[in-house]
């Protein structure tokens, strides 16, 4: 059965960071391209990184040069790691698996080409 378990949320300063981890288990982790998501209340899901296997990342413009997604293929772990932190960050995080192994251009940002996530984990950006 593939589980992902999000877990690292909390309350933030803004300006300050976080550090979100995403453990993978019962599929071959090291193969398929994995991303965060997030979802403010009243929105709707929002693609913020990806990262292929051991290759390429890319992230949406709201959060480049703030966040960066890193995987551990041996330990089954995703990442992200967010700087500068603002209110308007303040949402559930995902990590989520994409349904095969590569994605290309656009597809990637499409929350349905994905077909596992984790339960969410809640970032709160506030002082």
């Known amino acids: 059965e593939v589980q992902l378990q999000a877990s690292g949320g909390g309350l933030v300063q803004p300006g300050g960071s976080l550090s979100l981890s995403c453990a993978a288990s019962?599929?071959?982790?090291?193969?398929?391209?994995m991303s965060w998501f997030r979802q403010a209340p009243g929105s709707g899901r929002e693609w913020l990184s990806v990262m292929v296997s051991s290759g390429p990342t890319f992230a949406a413009d709201s959060v480049k040069g703030r966040f960066t997604i890193s995987r551990d293929n041996a330990k089954n772990m995703l990442y992200l790691q967010m700087n500068s932190l603002k209110p308007e960050d303040t949402a559930v995080y995902y990590c989520?698996?994409?349904?095969?192994?590569?994605?290309?251009?656009?597809?990637?940002?499409?929350?349905?080409?994905?077909?596992?996530w984790g339960q969410g984990t809640l970032v709160t950006v506030s002082s």
């Open positions: 989520a698996k994409y349904r095969v192994n590569r994605c290309v251009g656009d597809a990637c940002k499409n929350a349905n080409n994905y077909d596992a």
């Open positions: 019962g599929f071959n982790f090291r193969s398929y391209t």
